[in-house]
């Protein structure tokens, strides 16, 4: 049974960062992509950030591009999103998600196991 735990969300002033992570259990990690996903009330879950297995592939939706990184320690299970210069725009609810296969993608329907969120709040 794969289990997915995010931590690390909180409440957060505009400019500030955080660290959110993902420790993963119940299957090989090292062998498996990894997404970020984040969800606001009323709207659909959205893209945030992937790495391949290897950790040499990452992509970035373009809200979050040059100022979030995806990382993974597959020593430690986990998988990382550090946010800096956090906008007001960037509160939500962040899930991680992971893939049955090693190659990363974008595309919601592509992750099979999902965490329970950590909600993020970024006040202006």
């Known amino acids: 049974q794969v289990q997915l735990v995010e931590s690390g969300g909180g409440l957060v002033q505009a400019g500030g960062s955080l660290r959110l992570s993902c420790a993963a259990s119940?299957?090989?990690?090292?062998?498996?992509?990894m997404g970020w996903f984040r969800q606001t009330p009323g709207k659909e879950r959205e893209f945030v950030a992937t790495?391949?297995?290897?950790?040499?592939?990452?992509y970035y939706a373009d809200s979050v591009k040059g100022r979030f990184t995806i990382s993974r320690d597959d020593a430690k299970n986990t998988v990382y999103l550090q946010m800096n210069s956090l906008k007001p725009e960037d509160t939500a609810v962040y899930y991680c998600?992971?893939?049955?296969?090693?190659?990363?993608?974008?595309?919601?329907?592509?992750?099979?196991?999902w965490g329970q969120g950590t909600q993020v709040t970024v006040s202006s």
């Open positions: 790495i391949n297995w290897k950790g040499t592939n990452t």
């Open positions: 119940g299957r090989t990690f090292g062998s498996f992509a």
């Open positions: 998600a992971q893939r049955t296969i090693g190659i990363a993608t974008t595309a919601i329907q592509g992750y099979d196991y």
